[in-house]
């Protein structure tokens, strides 16, 4: 006996599923879940039908890049990974469930394989929803409820389908909670006051689960001070799920960056002070600046799209050093670094940070969320940064500076098979060689220059608008054009009509030519006075106080100071190769470097030469005072010393008494021919 399978009269309380009001859509959809011959036997599985049978019963989604089911877990509100394996045991499940309802058991010799496989495949079409995690919504999933903002304002909503999330923190919200224990403890005696804060809007962005800041959050200073106990709270509040460990050494290699995929936080605990120097650290601007990567799965088939908003938190007891690159700009963007600088605590707590999470982990919920808020409110989705101190950007700008020099090679330079005691290096100013920053020599001079520009600036500017005449009439008429030149005259019938040109009178422009006049004289002073020098001899004592001497013109004191630094330099190359103990051991009677002092142009005048030779005919002076009063004075040519001259002297007064010793006619030549 055969019974077509539409007349079969099942009993009342049984589920048949494809009879139901959502059944009349599905079969609707996708047709009959199975057919039958004219005699009722099953022929045929309709595989589409029981893939949106299984999406109908249950909250599911397939992620293509990734190659993934997620089923929504009503109880924690998240979308978790579901093998296939897994939900073809369901439907598997399900259709033996309806063939023995339904008495139909040919359907339940129909769950082959290949027959699940097929209603796998229909299902991963019928759910496929890409990008499904990828939207940054503003909403924190907690153990009890899900976080939503709405501008300045919060609320605690329960779990749904709609936030479609994958990650949530296993703390639960409690409005009363509080963290004194936390803040008191652990952060407020560690950092500075201005960190606490940016701490906080750290916190509240790992919280969100993306990086609106495109920031990494950098902890450095001394063992003991907390850093780790801070990162493993932080770790706690997000929940372990959904925090990986960072490997900047990886970062280049082939299958690192699919290890991030479904986690929100990348934290690197106690790093070594070349963490940012790997080949692979740069990859780490990406990571929070919102570049896009392709992750590569180990024994996987293809790539995966993954954007990098990863929140990033790194500790270290070393000063860490970038491998910068010449891209110091983007590194600058992207680093914040809190300095744990205090005293270590009296008292240290073994895991402190997760006693803190178990006993205060709601205080410091709400301590999170209030940075969680700020951030909202400092970045919204139109574009911001965080609002940073001189001192939080000066402490980034340390550190960048530190890195644009790598230690490659350490050596102790030895004299005489010794260290150097001490290392010869020399300052050098234009007053002297200490340390201290002096005034520069020409800063009058450019104040006067630039105040000089200015008023010229000014005086142009006037006459452009002054200097040209502008002609005007009375008793024309408005719309006859009026033209200007030698062929042209201006000619009007209204009786006492007149024109002529105004042209700028008066002083306005007279006052800025007189203030540069007055900073011309002032100009040529201020110059002249880097040169200005006291004569050596022949003038007043009144006239000597009025003007400056060389030593203390501007110009020769430059020359004094640079003849005490290369003194000092070239005694550094002399003690390199001698015996002495020290530098300080050698004197002016050793190494000595003096430059000339006298920069002006005019000689020694023949009234000056006069009162010298006769100031040493008298005995007032020596011979050597003479020639070096000479040399000065420019009588003497460079080079030549006071014993050469004396020689020249010598050599001179010599050849005169040959020559008068001579006879008359030898000594006085004459071009007259001789008489015969």
């Not at 006051?193 to 916190?203: C, H, I, T, Y």
């Not at 605590?345 to 997760?354: C, H, L, Q, S, V």
């Not at 005691?421 to 009058?444: A, E, M, Q, Y």
Request: hydrophobic fraction near 40%.
């Amino acid at each position: 006996m055969s019974l077509p399978f539409a007349e079969i009269v099942w009993p009342k309380g049984w589920e048949l599923p494809w009879l139901n009001a959502s059944d009349e859509k599905l079969r609707e959809r996708h047709g009959e879940p199975f057919y039958t011959n004219d005699k009722g036997a099953l022929t045929g599985i309709n595989e589409e039908y029981w893939a949106g049978l299984h999406a109908a019963e249950h909250e599911v989604l397939f992620e293509p890049d990734e190659l993934e089911f997620y089923a929504y877990k009503a109880e924690t509100g998240l979308y978790e990974v579901e093998s296939m394996d897994a939900v073809r045991n369901k439907v598997s499940s399900r259709m033996l469930e309806a063939s023995r309802q339904a008495k139909v058991f040919d359907l339940e010799k129909r769950r082959t394989a290949k027959t699940l496989n097929s209603i796998i495949s229909h299902l991963r079409g019928l759910v496929e929803k890409r990008d499904a995690f990828k939207e940054k919504r503003k909403t924190i999933h907690l153990a009890n409820g899900v976080v939503v903002f709405n501008g300045t304002d919060a609320e605690l909503q329960p779990f749904s389908p709609d936030f479609r999330s994958r990650n949530r923190s296993p703390i639960a919200f409690d409005e009363n909670a509080k963290c004194e224990r936390f803040l008191n403890e652990l952060v407020l005696p560690a950092v500075h006051s201005e960190d606490v804060e940016l701490l906080q809007r750290f916190a509240g962005m790992m919280l969100l689960g993306h990086n609106r800041a495109q920031r990494f959050l950098i902890l450095d200073g001394e063992a003991g001070r907390g850093k780790t106990q801070f990162a493993n709270v932080m770790q706690g509040l997000i929940g372990m799920a959904n925090v990986t460990q960072l490997r900047t050494k990886h970062l280049a290699d082939r299958f690192e960056l699919y290890r991030y995929i479904k986690k929100t936080l990348l934290v690197g605990v106690d790093v070594e002070a070349e963490f940012l120097s790997t080949k692979g650290a740069a990859v780490l601007k990406g990571l929070v600046g919102g570049d896009w990567f392709d992750a590569e799965q180990k024994g996987g088939t293809g790539c995966f799209q993954m954007q990098g908003t990863f929140n990033v938190l790194i500790t270290s007891n070393a000063r860490l050093r970038v491998r910068l690159q010449g891209d110091v700009g983007a590194w600058r963007r992207r680093l914040n670094i809190v300095r744990y600088e205090a005293p270590p605590p009296a008292r240290k707590i073994p895991d402190f940070g997760g006693y803190l999470v178990r006993t205060e982990g709601s205080g410091i919920l709400n301590w999170a969320l209030e940075g969680a808020q700020k951030v909202l409110t400092e970045i919204p989705d139109e574009g911001g940064d965080f609002a940073l101190t001189a001192r939080q950007r000066g402490i980034v700008d340390s550190l960048l500076a530190e890195s644009e020099w790598t230690l490659t090679e350490t050596r102790t330079p030895l004299r005489l098979g010794k260290p150097l005691p001490l290392i010869p290096f020399v300052f050098h100013g234009p007053r002297n060689s200490l340390p201290s920053i002096d005034k520069l020599p020409l800063t009058d001079l450019i104040a006067v220059n630039l105040d000089h520009y200015r008023l010229d600036a000014d005086y142009k500017h006037g006459m452009h608008f002054t200097a040209l005449p502008t002609a005007w009439v009375s008793g024309f008429d408005k719309d006859e054009p009026l033209r200007i030149g030698s062929s042209t005259a201006w000619h009007s019938e209204t009786p006492g009509a007149t024109a002529g040109f105004l042209e700028f009178t008066g002083q306005g422009l007279m006052t800025f030519e007189r203030a540069m006049d007055r900073d011309e004289k002032q100009l040529a002073v201020l110059g002249s006075r880097l040169l200005e020098s006291q004569k050596r001899v022949g003038e007043t004592a009144q006239a000597i106080e009025l003007r400056q001497s060389g030593e203390n013109s501007v110009l020769a004191n430059v020359a004094t100071s640079l003849s005490e630094s290369l003194t000092q330099a070239l005694r550094w190359v002399y003690w390199w190769n001698s015996t002495e103990e020290t530098p300080e051991a050698l004197t002016d009677n050793v190494v000595v470097m003096s430059l000339n002092t006298d920069f002006t142009t005019a000689g020694m005048d023949s009234n000056e030469l006069r009162e010298i030779v006769a100031a040493w005919q008298a005995g007032a002076i020596s011979q050597d005072t003479m020639l070096e009063l000479f040399r000065r004075g420019e009588i003497l040519p460079d080079g030549r010393t006071n014993a050469d001259e004396v020689a020249l002297i010598d050599a001179g007064a010599k050849k005169e008494q040959q020559t008068a010793q001579l006879p008359a006619a030898a000594a006085a030549p004459t071009n007259q021919p001789m008489a015969a």
